[in-house]
C-alpha cells in the first residue's frame, strides 16, 4: 500500500472540498481506509473511516458535512467535505491498515499518505 492524498488548497469558508486518497499499491481492496486531520498545535484526530466492505464512519462533530466513499477499480477513496468552516483547517491524511477494529485510533492503521493541507479563509 502506497497512499497519496490530495485536492487540498486555500478555500472559503462555506465551501466544498473533495480530497481523493490514491494507492499504488495492488491489495487496496483487503484494505479499510480512514481519514485524519491535524490541526496546527493540536493532535491528529479521526475524520471518516471506510471498511473494505464499504461500510462507514464519521467523527460526531463532523457528520451531516462529510461523506466517504471507495473505488476499488480506481484504487481510491474520497473524502467529501460540505460548509467548509475555518476551524476545519488541517492537514488531512488517508491511513489504511487490515482488520481495523476501532477505527478512530491511529495505532490500528498501518500506512500513512503524506497529507494535504487544507486552509479555509473566513
Known amino acids: 500500500v502506497q497512499l497519496q492524498a490530495s485536492g487540498g488548497g486555500l478555500v472559503q469558508a462555506g465551501a466544498s472540498l473533495r480530497l481523493p486518497c490514491a494507492d499504488s499499491?495492488?491489495?487496496?481492496?483487503?484494505?479499510?481506509v480512514g481519514w485524519f486531520r491535524q490541526a496546527p498545535g493540536k493532535e491528529r484526530e479521526f475524520v471518516a473511516f471506510?471498511?473494505?466492505?464499504?461500510?462507514?464512519a464519521y467523527a460526531d462533530f463532523l457528520e451531516g458535512r462529510i461523506s466517504i466513499s471507495r473505488d476499488n477499480v480506481k484504487k481510491t477513496v474520497h473524502l467529501d467535505m460540505q460548509s467548509l468552516k475555518p476551524e476545519d483547517t488541517a492537514v488531512y491524511y488517508c491511513?489504511?491498515?487490515?482488520?481495523?477494529?476501532?477505527?478512530?485510533?491511529?495505532?490500528?492503521?498501518?500506512?500513512w499518505g503524506q497529507g494535504t493541507e487544507v486552509t479555509v479563509s473566513s
Open positions: 491511513a489504511a491498515g487490515r482488520s481495523i477494529s476501532w477505527y478512530g485510533s491511529k495505532n490500528q492503521y498501518d500506512y
Open positions: 471506510v471498511a473494505n466492505n464499504n461500510k462507514t
Open positions: 499499491g495492488r491489495s487496496f481492496r483487503r484494505f479499510d
